[in-house]
């Protein structure tokens, strides 16, 4: 079996890998859950997860066709992981989505509904539990009454000798992955068996780590980041058990996640920017000094924009348990190229590059001294492994950019998924993008922008995100940072700007999460100070400062902001007003 290589002559889907596992090594621990993040739980071998994907397969194809879309919606917990091979033991199409809240009509049940409009399923997986909790509520949504639920933890394991090989090919589709909807509505990107082994195969050769890979997540399973390179990379992988943990229990208590990496003697795991600045502003020193993580050699950090600041506040706070700064591990990639895009090379220092922003605003990059006005410091990302291509692009000319010069980001190769469901129009936009000079491509459009430097990939914003204020263009992030360094009581990546102005004349507008420690802060004082940084920093004026209740900042399952969804709630009056304490 050669996996790592990819080779013709291998598994040549991530079904085939787990039943080649089960053959060989049966009885080896695979997942195993930490109750509140703590207590060893539920445990899957290789074994019992193949034999419980067979059973859900079997079920599945006595009620479904190959081909046909089915939502799998499961709180935190091992259960997700048998649906998931199940779907793709039986040639069914998996749509993993955060489960909603049962008896509450919120964004997440518009956005599921809008989902199984938009795929065509009829099927819904899930825990007798959650499905007895929310078939109800799907009566209020048009074609809900018609959706069948499947209770897979209640399948009768017999069924797995009924099971029968559904002989898919490498371009079959394995997945369909929504898009978190950062800039939009979710999309479903279409992703192939062949997309799956190829990126799994490219984090595996970019990390290139010596020895078992051991490692511990909490990020959910229905996003691209935790299935693909949490689950599903540990069954690519196949060395050590991975140690899985709700998301929930890691934000209430950030100590729980580095407590297993430290008890385990885990050495990897994955997580979005914000995370590690949790862990910095919760972890009481007692804790602290109970941590060793000595051992840990790969801190994936991702979800942009990465900050330098993140990554030395961290590196500080934890050098004393044996955190070396090394181990971060800088990666950017999106769902329509399954996941990885670019990555660093495995114990390489991240490579941390100081800019003028009024350069960047003009598409130059220019650099500037790290405490002057005009300074932003980027955070390189990797370069592209195997035959992955990165090339940086005039979003309007579609012409090639040259390295130093800010532009969109394409890709090309076999990570690059399908294109979007039942949306031609946007897969050809997108997908099969081409230079417009030579014609070369097809390249996938990323709409982020960034620019190639030294070997990494440098990202700098997104184009729908961008802030167009008397011809000048403004990176929101820059204008958010500089807002939240005025007061100790301005949440860290808890904020938007954004630009709105329904009667032709734009408008800077800021909303900005307080913390509940604020207490009884001054905030027409604030709004002043807020105004006075940014008119110094960008020479911009506020329109207007509307501060938030805590957890009001509309956000994706991966961390990142959603300008969009903010702007929409601001125009409407909806977004939650701080109220004090």
């Given at each position: 079996m050669n996996i790592s290589n990819h080779s013709p002559s291998g598994p040549r889907t991530i079904a085939e890998i787990l039943q080649t596992r089960a053959d060989a090594r049966p009885d080896e621990l695979a997942f195993c859950f930490l109750i509140n993040g703590e207590e060893e739980g539920p445990r899957l071998t290789h074994a019992a997860?193949?034999?419980?994907?067979?059973?859900?397969?079997?079920?599945?194809?006595?009620?479904?066709?190959?081909?046909?879309?089915?939502?799998?919606?499961?709180?935190?917990?091992?259960?997700?992981?048998?649906?998931?091979?199940?779907?793709?033991?039986?040639?069914?199409?998996?749509?993993?989505?955060?489960?909603?809240?049962?008896?509450?009509?919120?964004?997440?049940?518009?956005?599921?509904?809008?989902?199984?409009a938009d795929c065509q399923a009829r099927l819904v997986l899930a825990t007798g539990d959650l499905a007895a909790s929310l078939a109800k509520g799907f009566e209020n949504f048009p074609g809900g009454d018609q959706v069948r639920w499947l209770a897979t933890d209640q399948i009768d394991g017999s069924h797995a000798r009924r099971w029968r090989e559904p002989g898919i090919k490498e371009d079959t589709?394995?997945?369909?992955?929504?898009?978190?909807g950062s800039t939009a509505m979710p999309k479903g990107v279409m992703v192939s068996h062949r997309n799956l082994m190829h990126?799994?195969?490219?984090?595996?050769?970019?990390?290139?780590?010596?020895?078992?890979?051991?490692g511990v997540t909490w990020l959910p399973l229905h996003h691209d980041m935790g299935l693909i390179g949490g689950v599903l990379q540990r069954m690519f992988y196949g060395d050590m058990p991975m140690f899985l943990m709700s998301p929930l229990g890691m934000l209430q208590k950030p100590v729980r996640w580095l407590q297993a990496m430290s008890r385990y003697r885990a050495n990897t795991t994955l997580a979005p920017n914000f995370a590690y600045d949790l862990c910095v502003d919760r972890i009481r020193p007692e804790e602290k000094a109970a941590l060793d993580l000595s051992h840990w050699s790969v801190a994936f950090i991702g979800s942009e924009p990465i900050s330098a600041r993140t990554m030395e506040r961290f590196s500080e706070a934890f050098a004393p348990c044996g955190f070396r700064a090394e181990t971060f591990y800088p990666c950017y990639g999106l769902a329509e190229a399954t996941l990885l895009v670019t990555g660093g090379s495995e114990g390489d220092r991240p490579f941390v590059r100081t800019v003028s922003v009024e350069a960047l605003a003009q598409g130059e990059v220019v650099a500037e001294r790290a405490d002057a006005p005009d300074a932003r410091r980027l955070v390189g990302c990797g370069r592209p492994w195997l035959d992955q291509r990165v090339v940086i692009v005039h979003p309007e000319t579609r012409v090639r950019l040259p390295p130093g010069k800010v532009g969109e980001i394409w890709v090309a190769g076999a990570s690059v998924a399908q294109g979007y469901w039942n949306r031609p129009d946007e897969t050809e936009r997108t997908f099969r993008a081409c230079f417009s000079d030579t014609?070369?491509?097809p390249w996938l459009r990323t709409g982020d922008l960034g620019f190639l430097e030294d070997d990494q990939l440098f990202i700098t914003g997104r184009i729908k995100d961008v802030i167009v204020i008397r011809g000048g263009n403004y990176y929101p992030q820059d204008i958010e940072a500089t807002v939240q360094a005025v007061h100790p009581g301005l949440r860290l990546n808890c904020g938007a700007a954004f630009e709105t102005g329904p009667d032709g004349q734009p408008r800077l507008i800021v909303v900005q999460e307080l913390a509940r420690r604020c207490g009884d802060v001054d905030l027409t004082k604030l709004r002043g100070e807020i105004r006075k940084a940014v008119a110094d920093r960008h020479g911009l004026h506020v329109d207007d400062i509307h501060f938030l209740e805590p957890g009001s900042v509309l956000k994706t399952s991966s961390g990142k902001i959603q300008r969009h969804a903010c702007r929409a709630g601001y125009e409407r009056g909806v977004l939650r007003a701080w109220r004090g304490t």
């Open positions: 997860l193949d034999r419980a994907a067979r059973a859900i397969a079997a079920t599945l194809r006595d009620i479904a066709e190959p081909g046909e879309r089915a939502i799998l919606l499961y709180e935190a917990g091992l259960e997700f992981i048998p649906a998931f091979f199940g779907c793709l033991y039986a040639a069914i199409v998996p749509v993993p989505l955060a489960p909603p809240r049962a008896g509450r009509v919120t964004q997440s049940w518009q956005v599921l509904a809008s989902v199984i589709l394995a997945l369909l992955q929504y898009t978190s990126n799994e195969s490219m984090i595996k050769t970019a990390v290139a780590h010596d020895g078992p890979l051991f014609g070369e491509g």
